[in-house]
């Protein structure tokens, strides 16, 4: 019988901190000394280029200071409905929003523009090529459009190091390249690999190698 893996790593928050920032620089700055109520933020780029990060982040900050967030993703359940307590509201996952959706959060952007509320939104396409209604693909492309670009290699190393130190994980360079030329190479999908390579070195009782980790895949099927 396998030991069953102890939750000892909190996972952790996202905040600018922690953010590897990479080609990015422009947003991250523009969110980490943003000044609300500002102009509307939309992030966008492919999966991995640390868009749900960077406003999970923003909305960190905000928490840390007391404020309330208001957070949708496309898969939420509806009604969304706006509070006037809130400070900011973000809609991430943008591109997916089906058609329901989309008029919850039109009206929530309505409503956070006229109680003087800050946007944020993330799509993998620019406002333009996104597959919505009109009035919101002209709302989420009035104020600072970003286009972020994955972590070159280097940076997708040093994110998976930080963050293999931070659950008390030698990542060793031969584990490391075996994640890199194995695997795509978008930060979320190896951040969550390195998730379940964590549990499944606890698990077994065992350092985290090359041997492991091809075990873990065996037998818990491919990422």
Known sequence: MKQLPLAITPPQQASFDSLVVGPNAQAVLH???????AAPVYLWGPSGSGKSHLLQALATQRQGQGE???WFNAGDALPWSFCPAWT??????????DADRQQAAFALFVEAGTQGVQWAAAGRVPPVDLP?????????GWGHVFAL????????RAALRREA??????????????????FQRDLKHLMGLL???DEFALAERRSVTVPLLRKMLVEGGPP
């Open 31 to 37: 969110l980490r000394t943003l000044s609300l109520p």
């Open 68 to 70: 309330q967030i208001g």
């Open 88 to 97: 900011l509201v973000v809609v991430d996952d943008c591109d997916a929003l």
């Open 132 to 140: 919505l209604r009109d009035d919101l693909r002209t709302r989420l």
């Open 149 to 156: 670009q994955p972590l070159g290699e280097g940076d997708t």
């Open 165 to 182: 130190d931070r659950r008390g994980i030698f990542l060793s360079d031969d584990v490391m390249d075996y994640l890199l030329t194995r």
């Open 195 to 197: 998730d379940r390579l």
